[in-house]
């Protein structure tokens, strides 16, 4: 059974950085992706940040630039590196992985707060 930790989240000032990292209990370069989401109150969750097995990246518009997402096998875990953090990325951050496209396995979340 595949597990998803995530971890790093907290409450930051507008301007300001964090990094996420999501721990996998499994080999990461087994998986096709791995991904980080957001889910904001009220919001549907969206794609926030994608690498695949091949080491290619895709960045939702919002956090172009300003986010960015890598991996180290090594330690069989998932980074987001978030700057320039806007009260609008204010979030549950989950990290998820997929052995397709689609993804089969979700961590339980991280809570990003940034005050304005």
């Known amino acids: 059974q595949v597990q998803l930790v995530e971890s790093g989240g907290g409450l930051v000032q507008a301007g300001g950085s964090l990094r996420l990292s999501c721990a996998a209990s499994?080999?990461?370069?087994?998986?096709?992706?791995m991904d980080w989401y957001r889910q904001a109150p009220g919001k549907q969750r969206e794609l926030v940040a994608r690498?695949?097995?091949?080491?290619?990246?895709n960045y939702a518009d919002s956090v172009k630039g300003r986010f960015t997402i890598s991996r180290d096998g090594a330690k069989n875990s998932v980074y987001l590196q978030m700057n320039s953090l806007e009260p609008e990325d204010t979030a549950i951050y989950f990290c998820a992985a997929g052995f397709t496209r689609d993804d089969d396995y979700w961590g339980q979340g991280t809570q990003v707060t940034v005050s304005s």
């Open positions: 690498i695949t097995r091949d080491g290619s990246t």
């Open positions: 499994g080999r990461i370069f087994s998986f096709y992706v």
